[in-house]
């Protein structure tokens, strides 16, 4: 379950592309349409020449489609088991330090993003290049747990902040500098407090909402 959560938190940090991509399959189709429609011909015959002169285009819709929502709703599932039903079995740890990492998410659309717009999706090549390309990214920020910059989760109400977090360890407790957690609640305003939280591995934390009485 863990694999396949990093997997959807992956998936779904690249929304932005997913929607570019979609945009340019669809704008694609119209614009063929428009060029191939022949008003006198059959409908079904139009709509035949316009699936097999677009057939990548289609494809690419419809798995990425499928992609996106089942990566969706696979991480919606994730958090309400851990950070909800699971909530009163949630370590607790104690913000020391917090402030709100405002840059990561711009930085990561320019640098992984972006540049991947720049592929011919409709060019069987630049397909195959792309998914080359996508697949390293995948299998090195997943091995790595770099799956934090979400865009999902920010449309969920969440922030990323860099904070120093005092966890228990066994019967030790440990201060964790310099974590990245990631939180509905303005953690800038919980120093000194306690926050229940699930940990992707130490140093990378997404905590529990307190105001969520479930």
Known sequence: MWKKFKWDMFVTSFI???????????????????KNWDADGKISDNLTNVFYGNY???VSIAVI????????IGINSFLDKKLTKDKKHLPKGKIEKATKANKLSSEFLLAYILPMIAFDFGNTQNLVLFIIYFSVLAYLCIRNNNIYTNILLEFKGYRIYT???????????HTYHDSIVISKSDL???TGNDVPYWDFENYIY????RRDKK
């Open 16 to 34: 932005p592309l997913w929607l570019s991509i979609i945009v340019i399959d669809v704008w694609t189709i119209i614009l063929f349409i428009l």
């Open 188 to 190: 800038t305003q919980e």
């Open 206 to 209: 997404i905590t529990a909402d």
């Open 56 to 58: 990548i285009q289609f």
């Open 65 to 72: 489609s499928v992609l996106v929502l089942v990566s969706i």
């Open 163 to 173: 904070c120093d977090l005092t966890c228990k360890v066994l019967e030790d407790s």
